[in-house]
């Protein structure tokens, strides 16, 4: 089985470019989405987290997201030291769940495959790329945001160009390319490569 990595900045449209990889029958492994459960359900990260940021960070046994959202954003050193405590552990459940799979491929979507160094872990990596100004405008729309909240986590991911140069295929989401038949295109060649 082929394991193949989606990527792509804040407002790109990875998420909808996933969601019709899933509609194809191709298991998707939503990164943020399975960081968030893990915060909340795995015990040995939830004493990580609570050991690092104070009890406060929980309340009810559930990450106060509101809490720890104005402690790291703010501080980069806190923002690293938590992705540090996360990251690891969405790798191993991320890699625990592709090996459940029984598909010819299956795509985990991330936004910081790069900025990790996960690209290793992956046959193929598809970036998803849009304009700045679309992207901004998706972020702030999606997240209820400010302009310059979104362009502050924009700051913190890699430059679109250079995430997109190192991809193998890059889906262009920029309102003017249809996504459908770039998304089709790349399944058959998946399909046909995993035999």
Not at 153 to 175: H, W
């Amino acid at each position: 089985m082929l394991k193949i990595g989606l990527t792509g900045g804040i407002g790109s449209g990875k998420t909808t470019v996933a969601q019709i990889f899933e509609v194809l029958g191709i298991p998707v492994y939503y990164a943020d989405r399975e960081a968030k459960r893990l915060m909340n359900e795995d015990p040995h990260l939830k004493d990580q987290i609570t050991k690092s940021f104070g009890d406060e960070v929980y309340s009810a046994g559930k990450l106060d997201r509101a809490h720890m959202g104005k402690l790291v954003f703010e501080n980069p050193e806190k923002l690293a030291l938590l992705n540090a405590l996360v990251h690891p552990a969405t790798i191993r459940d991320a890699e625990s769940w592709m090996k459940r799979q029984t598909t010819p491929y299956a795509v985990k979507e991330a936004a910081l495959i790069f900025e990790g160094g996960l690209e290793k872990y992956f046959d193929h990596v598809i970036g998803v790329s849009a304009p700045q100004a679309m992207r901004l405008e998706r972020a702030r729309l999606r997240d209820n945001s400010t302009i310059e909240q979104v362009l502050q986590r924009m700051a913190q991911q890699m430059d679109e160009k250079e995430k997109m140069s190192r991809c193998e295929f890059v889906i262009l989401n920029d309102g003017v390319n249809a996504v459908l038949p770039q998304v089709l295109s790349l399944h058959v060649k998946l399909l046909a490569e995993a035999g």
